[in-house]
């Protein structure tokens, strides 16, 4: 991925490091700490889970049908 996503991606997850400081009486916790005590995983493993379920969406791992995507007409 290219330097410009990967700055991006550590400018997003210093807010949500900061944000999840905030939250009263995790903000001792470590990070990787306060996403599991509030249930959430870093942008990082949100972006590639959404790769891997697209991936299997087009592979049609899932029986979805390619239709069901009308913005992704142009795989057809």
């Known amino acids: 991925m290219g330097s410009h996503y990967n700055k991006d991606i550590k400018l997003i997850e210093g807010v949500q490091q900061r944000a999840t400081k905030r939250v009263q ?13 509030l249930e959430l995983t870093s942008l990082d493993r949100r972006i590639k889970g959404g790769l891997i379920e697209t991936y ?6 899932y029986s979805i049908p390619r239709n069901t995507f009308s913005s992704l007409s142009w795989l057809d």
């Open 25 to 37: 009486g995790i903000g001792h916790l470590r990070y990787d700490e306060r996403l599991e005590y």
């Open 56 to 61: 299997k969406i087009l592979n049609e791992v």
